[in-house]
């Protein structure tokens, strides 16, 4: 499996913006589309969105549709989450994930980051 390690995350402001990555190692990143989802305790892992492997296809959750952009640099092996407009409800532990196909639904991924938290105060 890939190994994925999430940076960024931290606190910040209604209406701010913050930049996730996600750092991949131990296979080709390339192999891979990638998906960012995020979880408030309590909750069940909410799709966020998800770019393919060389990035011509990007979908998003509607909730963040306008707002985040998703995207990775493959030379770079890392996945990045752009997040603008931030609201008090976006606050969670971001995760990306990695797999061999598209889906939306957590479980079918078996690579996951350790979660990196976001925090947005009113």
């Known amino acids: 499996q890939v190994q994925l390690v999430e940076s960024g995350g931290g606190l910040v402001q209604a209406g701010g913006s913050l930049r996730l990555s996600c750092a991949a190692s131990?296979?080709?990143?390339?192999?891979?589309?990638m998906a960012w989802f995020r979880q408030v305790p309590g909750k069940e892992r909410e799709f966020v969105g998800h770019i393919s492997r060389y990035g011509a296809s990007i979908y998003y959750a509607d909730s963040v549709k306008g707002r985040f952009t998703v995207s990775r640099d493959n030379a770079k092996n890392t996945g990045y989450l752009q997040m603008h407009s931030l609201h008090p409800e976006d606050t969670a532990v971001y995760y990306c994930?990695?797999?061999?196909?598209?889906?939306?639904?957590?479980?079918?991924?078996?690579?996951w980051g350790q979660g990196t938290p976001v925090t947005v105060s009113s």
């Open positions: 131990g296979r080709t990143f390339s192999n891979y589309f």
């Open positions: 994930a990695a797999r061999s196909a598209y889906s939306r639904d957590p479980s079918r991924y078996a690579s």
